[in-house]
């Protein structure tokens, strides 16, 4: 069965740097998307993306906060000054769009920490 | 703004019994998704099962089922004959599609533990 491929799993980074993390959605799915979870709170929206442009943002997806897909097949954030608060659990998605076939799956995250 | 709302922050019940975990959304649209999430101690996320909002029957996937009351806005889920592997935390989701975008706006999640 297709994957949403996240890596790393787990990044540590100081405070200040800048850190990228790295997805590879499914194929043929059109629309992309990065959530967020904080240790023991609920998974947050983030972005959404499509046609090579962000659809929707969320107020966490501030300045520091950037998205692209590069060369078709990856799809990366990129948080440019990294907090102690922007440590969690960062998930990837990728759909089918239209939810025709309902193909709408998850990576399995990739765990930022910030010291 | 959708919002989703999960009054159970936890929930424990015996192994082969059956346990219900609620869930209620509020929303001014028509048409629209609700799922339900398993996320177990690897924190992947695992669709349990999925409702179309312009469905009247309810949906069911073997041993999970949901009882949809589009008119109270609410949107729970049984698990009969509970396993050990159920054990996990489950968040509902809901999705309003567009063009370009299915976001997904979750619940606060219910953390549920089946007892050997």
């Known amino acids: 069965e297709p994957e949403v491929t996240q890596t790393p799993s787990h990044q540590v980074t100081q405070m200040g740097q800048e850190v990228i993390l790295r997805c590879v959605p499914i194929s043929n799915h059109l629309y992309f998307y990065w959530y967020r979870q904080i240790l023991g709170q609920k998974v947050e929206f983030l972005v959404s993306?499509?046609?090579?442009?962000?659809?929707?943002k969320s107020e966490i997806f501030d300045d520091q906060f950037s998205v692209e897909r590069p060369d078709g097949s990856n799809f990366t954030l990129k948080i440019r000054s990294t907090k102690l608060e922007d440590s969690a659990m960062y998930f990837c998605a990728s759909s089918q769009g239209q939810l025709t076939n309902y193909g709408y799956t998850f990576g399995s995250g990739t765990r930022l920490t910030v010291v | 703004a959708q919002t989703v709302t999960q009054s159970q922050p936890e929930m424990s019940v015996q192994e082969a019994e059956t346990v219900t975990l609620s869930c209620t959304y509020d929303?001014?649209?028509?048409?629209?998704?609700l799922f339900w999430y398993k996320q177990p101690p690897s924190r992947q996320m695992i669709l349990v099962i999925r409702q179309e909002a312009y469905k009247q029957q309810n949906a069911t996937e073997n041993r999970f089922s949901v009882n949809f009351q589009k008119a109270a806005k609410s949107f729970s889920l049984k698990i009969s004959d509970s396993q050990l592997g159920d054990t996990a935390m489950y968040f509902c989701?809901?999705?309003?599609?567009?063009?370009?975008?299915?976001?997904?706006?979750f619940g606060t999640g219910t953390r549920l533990t089946i007892i050997p």
């Open positions: 929303t001014s649209e028509n048409n629209y998704y």
């Open positions: 989701a809901f999705m309003k599609p567009y063009f370009g975008n299915e976001k997904l706006t």
């Open positions: 993306f499509y046609n090579n442009e962000i659809s929707e």
